[in-house]
């Protein structure tokens, strides 16, 4: 994935209708076919870089290495986190409880934009 310079949104939308900070937002682009066909690349995200930790199930920018990567997260019953990629060809992962001080996550996909 990689930042984006720019793109303009209404305040209002951004801090009233989305209870966002505009100061925590980044967008970035989707590089990669491992969320196909949620999304696809070239796809805009907006992170929300207020949300650190898995508390709904949702679509995060995590950091692997120098990469950034937009994957699917649930949290378990057991504490742990299951990575997992909407495209089936790509196998899910799961991060036990006890090793979640290795998951870096970037920020929560609030919103996404593509060409038609």
């Known amino acids: ?23 925590e937002l980044v967008l970035i682009t989707t590089q990669g ?10 796809d805009l995200l907006l992170l ?29 019953f057991d504490g742990s986190v299951r990575i997992k990629s909407d495209n089936p060809a790509y196998e899910t992962q799961s991060i036990p409880e006890d090793r979640m001080d290795q998951l870096a996550i970037i920020g929560r996909v609030i919103w996404t934009g593509h060409r038609l």
């Open 1 to 23: 994935d990689q930042l984006v310079d720019h793109l303009a949104f209404k305040s209002t939308w951004i801090t009233q209708e989305m209870g966002l900070n505009p100061k």
């Open 33 to 42: 076919d491992s969320m196909a066909p949620t999304l696809n690349e070239g």
């Open 48 to 76: 929300d870089k207020r949300e650190k930790r898995v508390r709904n199930d949702g679509i995060y920018v995590i950091q692997r290495d120098a990469d950034l990567i937009a994957k699917r997260l649930q949290l378990g």
